[in-house]
């Protein structure tokens, strides 16, 4: 797993853990963990083979958890975190994120309240006139919603 594919999955859990409405704080440190290790110029399972979490930990952003779950992503190819959340949420409900209108708040929405969980999910609440039921979406956001899903 490369630095880059590891960064990814920060940045995928921080925006599944502000769907779910979790700790901005803890979130936030995700992504600033994430930004640095997309572009450090070491291969992280190098530091991780050489210099073990101490070494993770000189990476600015990366204390001992997050260091933690980057060992365990490169030993497993996961961590326990992202399994208990992806059980939880679902990581298709990231792909609602990718059509117009629809930030992490009506995701939430969606998801919690109407059971969406995917694109394909979307799709047929959207056809069966759901849109009308979700506080917050007005007629153009509607509009724009049902057009990005006709693209696909």
Known sequence: ???ESIARRFYRLAALMDI??????????????AEALETWPTPLKEIA???????LQTIPGVGKAIAGKILELLDRGTFDA??????????????????PGIGPKTAAMLHQKFKVSSR????????GGGLELVDGIGLK????????????
Not at 20 to 33: E, K, Q, T, V, W
């Open 1 to 3: 797993m490369d630095n």
């Open 20 to 33: 779910r409405g979790d700790d901005p704080f803890r979130l936030r440190s995700y992504r600033n963990a």
């Open 49 to 55: 083979r050489q210099e073990g979490i101490e070494g």
């Open 82 to 99: 992202w399994e208990r959340i992806i059980a939880e949420t679902p990581e298709s409900v990231l792909d609602l994120l990718e059509v």
């Open 120 to 127: 394909k999910d979307l799709k047929k609440f959207v056809a």
């Open 141 to 152: 956001t509607a509009e724009r919603i049902k057009e990005s899903l006709a693209k696909v």
